[in-house]
């Protein structure tokens, strides 16, 4: 069965420094999510893509965010200068369409800023 | 804005008990609704959907129908069973076209053989 799949399960940066965050989405679908989830708390949206731009975006997704999908496959979240803050589980997520489709996730990427 | 609500956990059973995880929402329309499941060290999966009012969601043994009277999508299952301790999640999809889900806080479970 295809699977989101998510590089590296575990990132540990110094904090001012910048992070990206890899996922392959399932090869067939056309939208692509980040959230997040810190320790204890709730998964938060934090952005959507869909035709290579940007869909929707949350207050969390600020300047230091950026998303791209650099070759048809890869789909990546970068964050340009991590804060204590940022420390978190990041999901990627894909669908083959929006609304009320199935997003599938990945096992997530665990970032650690210090 | 448009947000989800479950009851506080862990939920602690016995293997073969009845589980209700409550869910609540508020939002603007009717948005589709969504549980999903989240084991130990996994991502996150979807259990079942709704996505208008009175619709059933069903899978591997659970339930939940959405309620539009009193927003609410409440998880069930009859016969729990120690393979079902993970954390819950209930979510919705914003009406905002773009496919983003709201989640609430999650719900452990803990079935005890």
């Known amino acids: 069965e295809p699977e989101v799949t998510q590089t590296p399960s575990h990132q540990v940066t110094q904090m001012g420094q910048e992070v990206i965050l890899r996922c392959v989405p399932i090869?067939?679908?056309?939208?692509f999510y980040w959230y997040r989830q810190i320790l204890g708390q709730k998964v938060e949206f934090l952005v959507s893509f869909y035709n290579n731009e940007i869909s929707e975006k949350s207050e969390i997704f600020d300047d230091q965010f950026s998303v791209e999908r650099p070759d048809g496959s890869n789909f990546t979240l970068k964050i340009r200068s991590t804060k204590l803050e940022d420390s978190a589980m990041y999901f990627c997520?894909?669908?083959?369409?929006?609304?009320?489709?199935?997003?599938?996730f990945g096992p997530g990427t665990r970032l650690t800023v210090l | 804005g448009d947000s989800v609500t479950q009851m506080e956990g862990p939920v602690t059973l016995s293997e073969e008990a009845f589980l209700t995880i409550n869910c609540t929402y508020t939002?603007?329309?009717?948005?589709?609704l969504f549980w999903y499941v989240q084991y130990p060290g996994e991502g996150l999966q979807l259990l079942l959907k709704?996505?208008?009012?009175?619709d059933k969601g069903s899978n591997k043994g659970f339930e939940a129908t959405y309620r539009k009277e009193t927003t609410s999508f409440h998880l069930e299952k009859g016969s729990v069973q120690v393979s079902d301790s993970a954390v819950y999640f209930c979510?919705?999809?914003?009406?905002?076209?773009?496919?983003?889900?709201?989640f609430g806080q999650g719900t452990t479970l803990q079935v005890k053989p």
């Open positions: 090869s067939n679908h056309l939208y």
């Open positions: 709704a996505t208008k009012a009175d």
């Open positions: 997520a894909s669908s083959l369409n929006n609304e009320a489709d199935t997003q599938y």
């Open positions: 939002a603007t329309g009717y948005p589709s």
């Open positions: 979510a919705l999809s914003a009406l905002s076209n773009t496919g983003k889900l709201i």
